[in-house]
């Protein structure tokens, strides 16, 4: 079995976070309309798949700021952050990068 190109995963990761930014923005959009909203566990599995888009999303349209459980997003973001690295420090002493 082989592994996906670097670049496709790349790019699969790139589009989880700008859906996450898009779902966000729906939702708050949904709000000032007062629809039927996106459930908030939903935002924030799509925050735990995609949270540099989800956190962009909080910031850019003042969503969910204020609720407690949104701080989860913050957290996953910082574990993203960590696992790439350590990704990226792996691939080095590899001789990959």
């Known amino acids: 079995m082989t592994l996906p190109a670097p670049e496709l995963l790349i790019a699969l990761y790139l589009l989880c976070n700008l859906a996450a930014f898009v779902l966000?923005?729906?939702?708050?959009r949904k709000?000032?309309?007062?629809?039927?909203?996106?459930?908030?566990?939903?935002l924030l599995a799509a925050a735990a798949v995609g949270p540099f888009?989800?956190?962009?999303?909080?910031?850019?349209f003042r969503h969910?700021?204020?609720?407690?459980?949104?701080?989860?997003?913050?957290?996953?973001?910082?574990?993203?952050?960590a696992a790439?690295?350590?990704?990226?420090?792996a691939m080095v002493t590899a001789g990959f990068l």
Do not use: C, N
């Open 31 to 42: 709000a000032e309309l007062g629809r039927w909203r996106t459930s908030e566990r939903t």
């Open 84 to 89: 790439i690295a350590g990704l990226a420090y």
């Open 24 to 28: 966000y923005g729906q939702d708050k």
């Open 53 to 60: 888009g989800a956190w962009a999303g909080m910031r850019r």
């Open 64 to 81: 969910k700021t204020q609720k407690t459980k949104f701080l989860l997003v913050p957290a996953f973001l910082i574990l993203h952050a």
